[in-house]
């Protein structure tokens, strides 16, 4: 019997890893991404979390063999160090220019039709799987990242609390460092290559743009992005959404890439027996939508929790109080966000 195509919307990663699974199944696929690449994206390159039973699964184990490995942290309330922890398990750093770019790459040779530069429509239509990242939506949070070149770190991941922000500072390939942030803000940004180290600065992280200031931008990967939710995001209709379509958890767990191949891995089974004639589209959306609820909805609630007590000032002092006296582990917290 002949089997179905499936058309997978948005070749971030959710989208090219859900292809590469099926490919390796040899489900024909085709993937239709708006961008071309390489190309950068708004993310702090820290992956940490993934099982490396889940890489093999996904067949793209290979592609993490050379990615920088991060196990020291520190913390930081604006100036002040506030923790320093060893990761439970070595995290990858690794850019988005190149990642996507290898699993574009992976996906093609084993047959997958990938057309970049088109946009597709956001229809629920049977055999289309939603992979194209946060859907738009009014909110007050900016996300920004660069990498920067000559910037020495004083741990493999900085993390940088703020009153309704954070900066992660972590390791990437060639030397250099990838610096992403979320912010809560009033006003838009003025833009321009500045408007890291204005945000950075208008968070209260005055310490912390003065060293961006003085590193090396690489202009080409300052990206930005607006209007994006975090959490579950609004089901639309009886579409079947992977990654960030389906849920984005609070970006300083480092956690929401590891989130993103996660949900292809869970989404590879049901695909390929509905791709075989074996169920309906509507019994794959939902037992893709159980799956995740499953998987996901723990670690969301938690992550949404922590971050309502690190991006304020005393929920901050009462954290960093609590792991200096061992009343609880960096451990606990790092399990529950995963
Ligand atoms: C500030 C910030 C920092 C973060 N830091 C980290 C971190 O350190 N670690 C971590 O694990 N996660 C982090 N994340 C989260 C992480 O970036 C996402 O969870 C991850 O990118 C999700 O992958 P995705 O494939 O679902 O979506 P995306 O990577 O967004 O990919 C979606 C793709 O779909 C394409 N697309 C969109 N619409 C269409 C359309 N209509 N037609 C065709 N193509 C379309 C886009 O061009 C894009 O290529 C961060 C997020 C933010 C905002």
């Not at 190149?98 to 040779?109: E, V």
């Amino acid at each position: 019997m002949a089997l179905k195509k499936l058309t997978i919307v948005g070749g971030g990663l959710a989208g090219l890893a859900l292809g590469i699974a099926l490919c390796r199944r040899s489900i024909p696929v085709q993937l239709l991404e708006a961008s071309a690449y390489p190309r950068h994206r708004v993310c702090g390159e820290f992956l940490s979390g993934i099982h490396s039973e889940e890489l093999v699964g996904l067949g793209i184990e290979d592609l993490f063999v050379d990615a920088a490995r991060s196990r020291e942290t520190i913390w930081f309330d604006g100036p002040r160090a506030i923790l320093r922890a060893t990761l439970p398990e070595a995290a990858y750093g690794l850019s988005r220019f190149q990642l996507d770019s290898a699993l574009a790459q992976r996906f093609i040779a084993l047959g997958g039709q990938l057309r970049t530069g088109v946009r597709a429509g956001d229809d629920p239509a049977e055999g289309t799987v939603h992979a194209s990242g946060r859907p738009q939506r009014d909110s007050p949070w900016i996300g920004l990242k660069a990498h920067f070149g000559e910037f020495p770190l004083s741990a493999d991941l900085e993390i940088h609390l703020a009153d309704g922000g954070y900066v992660g500072v972590t390791r990437v390939e060639e030397g250099r460092v990838n610096v992403s942030g979320l912010f809560r803000r009033k006003t838009p940004l003025n833009g321009g290559p500045r408007m890291f180290t204005q945000a950075v600065a208008e968070a209260g992280l005055g310490q912390l743009a003065e060293r961006l200031e003085s590193a090396q931008m690489d202009r080409a990967s300052l990206k930005g992005v607006s209007r994006f939710h975090l959490g579950w995001q609004i089901q639309r209709g009886a579409a079947v959404c992977i990654g960030d379509a389906a849920a984005l958890i609070p970006p300083f767990t480092g956690n929401g890439m590891t989130m993103a191949l996660q949900s292809a891995l869970l989404a590879v089974e049901p695909l390929a027996q509905w791709s075989q004639g074996e169920c309906g589209w509507e019994s794959v959306g939902r037992a893709i939508r159980k799956a995740q609820s499953g998987m996901f909805s723990t670690r969301l609630r938690w992550a949404h929790a922590m971050q309502k007590v690190l991006f304020q000032p005393l929920g901050r002092r009462i954290c960093a109080a609590l792991i200096a006296r061992q009343w609880i582990s960096f451990e606990t917290f790092y399990r529950k966000l995963r």
